[in-house]
């Protein structure tokens, strides 16, 4: 691919999953720019690489987000690619999930990508050529998990804008696809005690639970020309749990 002259805007790339999509696509030779509401160490690392733009933002603000990719056009040109990669995970029955935290799904995981998208997709619509979005999902939104009905409202959305904007953007050879992991081994999955990370283990078929690097390959390949026909569809990354 020629990732030397893209431009990869990702959402929530200081730390876990999208950590480590960030390093993959610097490593690729891709021009990065992300945001989370605080930096980390690792963006401040990153900040010496030219190939890297970062500014603490908060997803859930539109404003912020408008300023966010001005200054990433600004840095690095018109995006290539758009990955929504930030979310949270609120797990608890919904009959006594507070107000709050649901407010607080909806509005990160789901309005910010709606937000965000609709940002970078007018930028990209201003200009011809090939353009390509992912959207971070996760099988929860596929299959549903006790606890997790408003998470996986979020999470089933995403998957639901992936297949509408590919019909709208499919003229415009702009490709939109989701990738919906399993259980990983990020912070996300921290609140597992030990007996549940076990049953996970041994309801997945590969006998393990899923690392990062395993969803990158995924978005590397969904980025390059090698996936040119493909669009509006949910690739599932779990290690065969959901089979």
């Not at 990209?124 to 992912?134: H, K, N």
């Not at 998470?151 to 709208?168: N, P, S, V």
């Not at 969904?222 to 493909?230: E, G, H």
């Given at each position: 691919?020629?990732?030397?002259?893209?431009?990869?805007?990702?959402?929530?790339?200081?730390?876990?999953?999208?950590?480590?999509?960030?390093?993959?696509?610097?490593?690729?030779?891709f021009?990065v720019s992300?945001?989370?509401?605080?930096?980390?160490?690792?963006t401040?690392d990153?900040?010496?690489?030219?190939?890297?733009?970062?500014?603490?933002?908060?997803?859930?603000?539109?404003?912020?987000l408008d300023?966010?990719?001005?200054?990433?056009?600004?840095?690095?040109?018109?995006?290539?690619?758009?990955?929504?990669?930030?979310?949270?995970?609120?797990?608890?029955?919904?009959?006594?999930?507070?107000?709050?935290q649901?407010?607080?799904?909806?509005?990160?995981?789901?309005?910010?990508?709606?937000?965000?998208?609709r940002?970078?997709?007018?930028?990209?619509?201003?200009?011809?050529?090939?353009?390509?979005?992912?959207?971070?999902?996760?099988?929860?939104?596929?299959r549903?998990?006790?606890?997790?009905?408003?998470?996986?409202?979020?999470?089933?959305?995403?998957?639901?804008?992936t297949?509408?904007?590919?019909?709208?953007?499919?003229?415009?050879?702009?490709?939109?696809?989701?990738?919906?992991?399993?259980?990983?081994?990020?912070?996300?999955?921290?609140?597992?005690?030990?007996?549940?990370?076990?049953?996970?283990?041994?309801?997945?078929?590969?006998?393990?639970l899923?690392?990062?690097?395993?969803?990158?390959?995924?978005?590397l390949?969904?980025?390059?020309?090698?996936?040119?026909?493909?669009?509006g569809?949910?690739?599932?990354?779990?290690?065969?749990?959901?089979?």
């Amino acid at each position: 691919m020629d990732s030397e002259t893209r431009h990869i805007i990702i959402s929530g790339g200081s730390r876990g999953l999208g950590q480590t999509l960030v390093r993959g696509l610097l490593e690729a030779g891709f021009r990065v720019s992300t945001f989370s509401r605080s930096a980390t160490d690792f963006t401040r690392d990153a900040e010496s690489n030219a190939s890297f733009f970062f500014a603490e933002t908060d997803v859930s603000e539109p404003t912020q987000l408008d300023q966010f990719v001005t200054q990433a056009v600004e840095q690095f040109g018109r995006p290539f690619g758009l990955i929504n990669c930030a979310g949270i995970a609120w797990d608890g029955v919904l009959a006594t999930m507070p107000e709050s935290q649901i407010d607080q799904l909806l509005s990160i995981n789901l309005a910010g990508t709606l937000h965000l998208t609709r940002r970078v997709v007018r930028g990209m619509l201003l200009e011809q050529g090939d353009g390509v979005i992912l959207n971070i999902s996760s099988i929860i939104g596929i299959r549903g998990y006790r606890g997790l009905s408003a998470y996986a409202a979020t999470k089933a959305g995403m998957d639901g804008i992936t297949r509408a904007l590919a019909r709208e953007l499919g003229g415009r050879r702009i490709r939109v696809n989701s990738i919906a992991p399993g259980y990983l081994t990020t912070e996300m999955s921290h609140g597992l005690d030990d007996g549940q990370q076990d049953q996970i283990v041994k309801r997945t078929p590969l006998g393990r639970l899923g690392t990062p690097e395993d969803v990158l390959g995924p978005v590397l390949f969904l980025l390059s020309d090698a996936a040119k026909f493909i669009t509006g569809q949910v690739l599932v990354v779990d290690g065969g749990i959901t089979c």
